[in-house]
């Protein structure tokens, strides 16, 4: 124990601020086993953290299973009468008796990976389950975490938030980062005493004779559902444990996959590349990322495909010459039976106790090789693959995906690794390689061992062109999948995870798939492949928009570009710059799929409210939101536009009614109170509806704007004015106008990069 006044120590600085520890030694076995425990309590900062190290002093090998850091209740069973759970958490007036609240209880799950499903569910919910097996298990479910299928029986990975919907208070338990150990929480609800543990799983590493493994801190937050950052501190000492690689600039682009998959050419990419040349001064993207499909090989990345005989070096160059930014997708850490690498060193590939290669799941229709990231010449072969990459073919931007093979169970050539520390090698070794002045993209990544690592992460199942999953055009079978590509599934993340963008990285929330159905598409578009085929509607597209725009991550489109019609231009073009920051999902606690969004901005046009409602039902929705909830200042009646639809109303009370929000749509709305001054009540020119304002000025009966889009962009302005205009100019040129309402008058705008607007009324 260490000394101190009384048996905790004196105030130590640490990165989380100023602490106060707690140590102390447990034998746990006669055999020489011995338990360390440590307790730190930040001095300024809301968490309790605790670790554990296991320390073998015996003369034998011991495996580790796993190290349970927190326990109440019995997960799976009923708890009554072995374990009465009565602790009382109060945050202002709020109260909550734990123990007898589990009807009212709910649990945020945060699924393992990337893609794996994430949200919030209830006693009479069940656990998102794939109906794959095998097939997908792998790559989407973290083998150390129970995945239930009674009612009310949950877990997470990394980190869970269990509380009451009725009393608005709950507690966040996780770990700070995920270098030594994979973290996993369950909960039972559907008792009448829940239950609730943690632990650290060990993968059965071995622990050499005089060997010592260490857990990760593990953290409690007692959480206030309501505030406006409810998991802050959290994520903040996540972040400061990690040096997370936060600050990077959004990515704005354009991605080869969802249109032309692993048929893409250098001819397609050269395509893209022109249109994305020809309209910068409407659309302008800064990024050209080249997906699957160039290599000869999966795993065998050091030559192209026959569709790619200019190689990489050249078309990065061409990329670079028309002021854009390269990017290139690679796989490192897997590789398809056929690869060549496989061949050469079957010793890189994590195989089972049967000798035979692990199960990776089931990737471009074949059981894709994971490589072992603890053999030295797999960790040889990523940095030189990261390192040419960087310094002979010129890409700085990387995307890497199916990083969880790295984590995947097997027999490692160094069994004295955890799955989680493993994985973490193969982590470091990129980024070292890759150098600090490169941008990386996570895929496929468990979150917590990518943080420190990665400046944008995927927290996202693939995107599709789809609102359900479907496999081969087959429906039926797969809509159900909680995490496979699909519009619905891939929204439903971006919102349950929205919280962490600029905490852990940039979000990224996977591409924007703006292309018409084969069904009213524009004039002169290319018949689409069976994958690429459009199957959103315009409501889906929009939705899909909506939530892209609001996680205020990347944006990257993935359409055959020369093909979008004006409209859809448009719709990109109206996406850019994206905003400043991400939305608040207000609901994330009350649902599977969250539905509602608040977003509060400020500039020369005052203060508004972003508001998004979205429909992931498949019949209409009615929609009521408190006006008053947004934090705006002031009072009804507020101005009101529809983004989507171009529409002014004024809505004379604090209550906010949308009807019939179609299947799968979105509404997105601005909303400011009214006021007797000149306003600028909304546009649909940007997705901010009022970021544009660089200047607003009011000289009697004359407003002068200066409007700053950055780039060529029309729309409608919806301006409010004590009186009728007289007259209105965009720069040298007459603008016409028209009355949306009361006393609110509706401007079509053709703006360039910088535009003066001139209205004088009387």
């Not at 050209?288 to 050249?314: C, H, K, M, Y």
Request: glycine share 10%; hydrophobic share 40%.
């Amino acid at each position: 124990m260490d000394s101190g006044e009384g048996p905790w120590s004196e105030a130590r600085s640490t990165p989380h601020g100023e602490t106060r520890a707690l140590r102390v030694r447990i034998p746990v076995a006669q055999q020489g086993l011995e338990m360390e425990l440590e307790w730190r309590v930040p001095a300024h900062v809301p968490l309790l953290l605790w670790r554990a190290s296991m320390i073998n002093q015996s003369d034998l090998a011991v495996e580790v299973e796993k190290i349970e850091l927190f326990g109440i209740g019995h997960a799976g069973e009923s708890a009554t009468g072995r374990h009465r759970w009565a602790a009382r958490k109060r945050t202002g007036e709020k109260t909550w008796d734990w123990g007898a609240s589990a009807g009212n209880l709910a649990f945020y799950s945060n699924g393992w990976q990337s893609w794996s499903a994430t949200g919030t569910f209830s006693a009479g919910d069940r656990f998102p389950r794939t109906r794959l097996g095998p097939l997908t298990q792998p790559m989407r479910v973290n083998q150390g975490t129970p995945h239930p299928h009674d009612l009310g029986h949950f877990s997470a990975d990394f980190y869970g938030v269990l509380g009451s919907r009725e009393a608005r208070v709950g507690v966040l338990l996780g770990f700070l980062s995920q270098r030594q150990t994979f973290g996993t929480l369950e909960t039972l609800l559907d008792c009448a005493e829940p239950a609730l543990h943690l632990w650290a799983n060990g993968d059965h590493a071995r622990l050499e004779p005089g060997g010592r493994l260490e857990t990760d801190w593990a953290c409690l937050q007692f959480v206030d559902l309501d505030v406006e950052d409810p998991l802050g501190p959290y994520l903040d000492a996540v972040a400061v444990e990690n040096s997370a690689r936060s600050g990077a600039s959004v990515p704005v682009g354009w991605c080869s996959w969802y249109n032309f998959f692993q048929k893409v050419s250098q001819d397609d990419v050269d395509a893209c590349l022109a249109w994305v040349a020809d309209h910068r001064d409407e659309a302008p993207l800064s990024l050209i990322q080249i997906d699957d499909g160039f290599e000869a090989e999966v795993g065998d990345w050091f030559e192209t495909n026959a569709r790619f005989s200019g190689g990489l070096p050249d078309l990065q160059e061409k990329i670079r010459g028309a002021g854009l930014q390269p990017g290139l997708w690679l796989a490192p850490l897997v590789a398809k039976p056929g690869a060549r690498i496989l061949g050469e060193h079957p010793e890189w590939v994590l195989r089972g106790p049967n000798g035979r290669p692990s199960n990776a799941g089931l990737i471009w229709n074949s059981r894709t090789r994971a490589l072992d990231p603890t053999h030295p010449g797999v960790i040889e072969h990523v940095g030189k693959l990261i390192r040419t990459a960087r310094n002979e073919w010129g890409f700085d931007y990387l995307k890497l995906d199916f990083l969880y093979a790295g984590a995947l169970p097997g027999i490692r050539h160094d069994p004295t690794t955890t799955r989680a520390q493993a994985l973490y090698r193969g982590l470091t070794a990129i980024r070292e390689a890759a150098g600090d002045g490169s941008f990386l993209v996570g895929c496929g990544c468990p979150l917590g061992s990518g943080i420190g690592i990665f400046d944008a992460m995927r927290i996202s199942s693939d995107v599709a062109p789809r609102w359900k999953p479907a496999y081969l055009g087959i429906e039926a079978f797969f809509r159900s999948e909680p995490d496979f590509p699909s519009a619905r599934n891939a929204i439903r993340n971006v919102l349950t995870r929205a919280h962490l963008h600029r905490r852990w990285w940039v979000n990224d929330p996977d591409c924007l798939l703006l292309r018409e159905g084969s069904r009213g598409g524009a004039a002169g578009m290319k018949p689409a492949t069976k994958e690429s085929e459009q199957h959103l509607t315009e409501a889906e597209v929009q939705c899909l928009a909506t939530a892209i725009a609001l996680s205020a991550g990347s944006l990257l489109v993935s359409d055959d570009l020369p093909e979008l019609g004006p409209e859809r231009v448009a719709w990109l073009s109206r996406l850019i710059p994206p905003l400043p920051r991400a939305a608040r999902v207000v609901d994330w606690f009350d649902s599977p799929f969250p539905s509602r969004l608040l977003l509060t901005l400020t500039g020369a046009a005052g203060e508004w409210c972003l508001l998004a409602l979205i429909n992931g039902k498949d019949r209409p929705q009615d929609f009521r939101m408190d006006l008053s909830s947004t934090g705006l200042a002031g009072t009804p009646p507020f101005h009101i536009v529809d983004f989507w639809r171009g529409e002014y109303r004024q809505v004379a009370t604090r209550w906010l009614d949308m009807a019939d929000v179609p299947p799968h749509g979105a509404v997105l709305l601005a909303a400011r109170p009214v006021s007797r001054l000149p306003q600028w009540v909304g546009d649909t020119i940007h997705i901010s509806q009022g970021l544009i304002v660089e200047r607003w000025d009011v000289t009697g009966s004359h407003l002068a704007v200066d409007l700053a889009l950055g780039h060529r962009g029309r729309g409608t302005a919806f301006l409010a004015l004590p009186a009728a205009p007289t007259e209105a100019f965009l720069d040298a040129s007459t603008v016409a106008w028209s009355e949306a309402g009361d006393g609110v008058y509706a401007f079509d705008l053709s703006l360039v990069a910088r535009s003066a607007f001139r209205v004088s009324w009387g």
